[in-house]
């Protein structure tokens, strides 16, 4: 039971990271929504970041906002193509968000890996233990 909780222990800064998210994303909005649309794109790597490099909200937010002055026009034109996607969810109800919001979210993390070249894969141990428990069997 304890590893069902065991994520919590991070809860306090994402919670912080996604707030500063969003009073950034509310003050795009006030800003005629162009402001909106680039707080998305400057803050998309705010999570991976802090899941991968156990950076804190901060750091994470300023390493993600130099990740985005280097390739400015085309991540706002990613964000806008995730948010599209993502909306298609929205369609439906809300329920084909179950499709549509993991597959925005793995598009995200496929740029991450590409715009940050020593970012470590995030299944790196269960890749590592397939290749153990591969050697074991031959």
Do not use: H
């Not at 707080?39 to 802090?50: E, K, Q, S, V």
Request: include cysteine.
């Amino acid at each position: 039971i304890g590893d069902i909780f065991a994520g919590f222990s991070n809860f306090i800064p994402y919670f912080l990271a996604g707030l500063i998210y969003l009073v950034l994303f509310m003050m795009g909005i006030l800003l005629c929504g162009v402001g909106a649309v680039v707080t998305m794109a400057a803050a998309l790597f705010i999570f991976p970041l802090m899941v991968e490099k156990g950076l804190d909200a901060g750091d994470a937010m300023s390493r993600s906002f130099d990740i985005f002055k280097e390739e400015w026009f085309p991540l706002i034109v990613f964000s806008l193509i995730c948010y599209i996607v993502e909306s298609l969810g929205n369609i439906a109800f809300g329920s084909a968000v179950l499709l549509t919001l993991p597959y925005a979210k793995c598009m995200t993390y496929v740029v991450y890996k590409q715009l940050v070249p020593d970012a470590e894969p995030l299944l790196k141990e269960a890749e590592e233990q397939t290749e153990t428990t591969d050697e074991k069997e031959l």
